[in-house]
């Protein structure tokens, strides 16, 4: 039975959710100059506050998975969104650090709603629309972090208090929308399979299985960086290129937190303006079967989907060598260059993976993007605590590049390697042992 909505209308209402968690989310990175003034935080002091930003996703985003998948998309969102914006109006009138920080953990919860999202938009759009109808929704969604590192010092200069407030009670009003106006999906008959499916035992399975591993791992290198570089690089180019700055006429703290913000938004607007596109290309190699890469599987029906997303892995990995040898050339231009080509890549590695994740767990949609979104931003608390413990503050990025990047495509490649079929029901424990009803795969589980 078809359920009243559209799928333009349902996307529509899905990327505005995000967008709007996502502007919340990194609220505070765009404030970190007037933070760390006020409050007179050091270099690890400040990796601190970028990392927290992921404390919670973890946990928080497998939960909100299943939820999705047992309540829906439009309850869950609407809820996800009520409590964020409450706690964002009340760090606006926090009365001291400890409150702020940690009324702002518990808005850096927002990420979550990405999870909602996807499990919303999956229920309205069918195997050969998924990819492009990801990359637009998780575009134009991250799209709030750029817009919060460029836009909000210029509206509210060092006065971060003002815009906690407003943000919350834009999220308030969003959240009511959302519960008045979202349908869980296309039909009430893929609604209620999902929600069959959102079980313990169903989350243990689809967690244990070595492709949602492997695409965890890919996750982490792209989405974790890309929010680890959203809660670092005003504080980065802050602290990096001061000198640069004064010189160029930015000598007043807020004039710093503004130009320092808008290079920030460099990597998150390409990161995210380019998911759609991203999308679009992994939908490419799907019609024409290119599959460049010998050591990954050539044959399986979603083969060539993954040679894209084997491809954006190599990119990220190249680009943060890139970065660091910018940083520390000390050019400015050059590392904004480098930023910009950083994002194009991390977009192309975010939009792959959602190409092919809603396609192989589509019957568990929601606990996959739970656990392969949740735990890839462990990447995003990571990232930022190893760029600000080296001594040399552009060195991180490569250090990363090598001695995690590089074993997690080789994770990659194992799991997908050449053989007929993706065995998507590969892990640990048989679907028999922990007791579910049948396997994952499906006759037809590529496209």
Do not use: C
Not at 91 to 117: H, P
Not at 228 to 256: H, V
Not at 273 to 294: A, V
């Amino acid at each position: 039975m078809t359920q009243n909505g559209t799928k333009v209308g349902q996307l529509v209402l899905a990327a505005s959710g995000f967008l709007m968690s996502f502007a919340m989310w990194f609220a505070t990175a765009a404030f970190s100059v007037a933070i760390m003034k006020e409050y007179g935080l050091e270099k690890a002091q400040l990796a601190i506050l970028a990392s927290s930003a992921m404390w919670l996703q973890p946990f928080f985003r497998q939960l909100t998975g299943v939820l999705a998948d047992r309540f829906g998309a439009p309850r869950t969102a609407a809820i996800a969104l009520l409590y964020t914006g409450l706690f964002s109006i009340l760090s606006a009138f926090s009365r001291n650090y400890t409150e702020l920080f940690i009324t702002r953990l518990v808005v850096a919860t927002a990420g979550i709603f990405f999870v909602i999202g996807i499990q919303h938009v999956t229920q309205w759009f069918e195997k050969n629309e998924i990819g492009l109808a990801q990359g637009i929704y998780a575009g134009t969604g991250n799209v709030g972090a750029g817009l919060g590192a460029l836009l909000l010092p210029r509206l509210y200069g060092l006065d971060y208090r003002s815009a906690f407030l407003h943000m919350g009670i834009l999220a308030l009003a969003l959240a009511v929308i959302y519960w008045r106006f979202g349908v869980a999906g296309i039909t009430a008959e893929r609604v209620a399979q999902t929600r069959t499916s959102a079980t313990a035992r169903d989350t243990v399975y689809v967690i244990t299985r070595f492709a949602a591993i492997a695409l965890m791992f890919q996750y982490a290198m792209t989405f974790g960086l890309e929010v680890g570089m959203n809660a670092w690089l005003p504080g980065y180019y802050r602290l990096a290129f001061q000198p640069q700055f004064e010189a160029l006429g930015y000598k007043s703290l807020e004039a710093l937190a503004i130009v320092a913000g808008s290079l920030a938004a460099v990597q998150s607007f390409n990161a995210s303006l380019w998911r759609p596109f991203s999308g679009f290309i992994s939908d490419l190699f799907l019609r024409n079967r290119w599959t460049p890469w010998p050591f990954l599987n050539r044959t399986d029906p979603i083969a060539p989907r993954l040679h894209w997303v084997f491809t954006s892995m190599l990119a990220v990995t190249i680009m943060m060598l890139v970065f660091t040898w910018a940083g520390l050339t000390g050019n400015l231009p050059f590392s904004i260059i480098a930023l910009a080509f950083l994002g194009f890549a991390t977009a192309f590695g975010t939009g792959s993976n959602f190409g092919v994740t809603p396609v192989l767990f589509r019957k568990n949609p929601g606990i996959a993007t739970g656990f392969i979104g949740g735990m890839a931003t462990i990447g995003g608390v990571i990232y930022p605590l190893i760029y600000g413990s080296v001594p040399n503050l552009h060195t991180g990025y490569a250090l990363v590049a090598a001695v995690i990047f590089i074993p997690f495509m080789l994770i990659f490649a194992l799991a997908f390697r050449p053989g007929k079929r993706i065995e998507v029901d590969s892990g640990l424990g048989s679907w028999q042992a922990i007791g579910l009803s049948s396997p994952l795969a499906e006759p037809s589980q590529g496209d």
